[in-house]
């Protein structure tokens, strides 16, 4: 299973499950693929580490870091996109990052149907890739190890 993959089944649940709400969760392509489309993308405001996943509703804005299991990502990446994530926090917003399908799912269909909720579960699955960081001086970070 890749990453795009795993976003792909996710987007998929959505579009099927909440149809009505189709067009409020989307990618963000912040993949470059050369260093001059890499400086073009960025003049025209593309951002590091922004969440692979966005969802808006009314008075909701979501970022969504999808990963799979035993994937390897660098530490300040990983650092940067939790980075991202208590910056949505800070403003009200909410934030998520997991290697779980079912956790991604769950936490969206929390933020549709209980939002109050929504983050202080989304804060306890984090948790998980803070402890990752804190345990490891290693500069590769893998989920689900």
């Known amino acids: 299973m890749t990453e795009d993959r795993r976003q792909h089944d996710i987007v998929m649940w959505f579009y099927q499950t909440y149809p009505h709400l ?16 890499g400086k073009r993308m960025v003049a025209m405001g593309l951002k590091k580490n922004v969440s692979d996943l966005l969802f808006f509703g009314k008075n909701i804005f ?4 999808v990963k799979i299991e035993y994937s390897s990502h660098p530490r300040d990446h990983v650092e940067g996109q939790l980075k991202f994530g208590e910056n949505l926090i800070k403003n009200g917003h909410f934030f998520i990052i997991s290697h779980k399908e079912e956790t991604i799912k769950h936490f969206i269909t929390l933020l549709i149907e209980s939002p109050e909720k929504a983050q202080n579960y989304a804060n306890e699955v984090n948790n998980y890739t803070y402890n990752l960081l804190q345990s490891s001086t290693k500069k590769t970070i893998i989920f689900g190890s």
Do not use: D, K, R
């Not at 189709?22 to 489309?37: P, R």
């Not at 979501?62 to 870091?65: D, P």
């Open 22 to 37: 189709e067009n409020q969760l989307f990618m963000v392509q912040n993949n470059t693929y050369s260093q001059a489309h």
């Open 62 to 65: 979501a970022g969504i870091e």
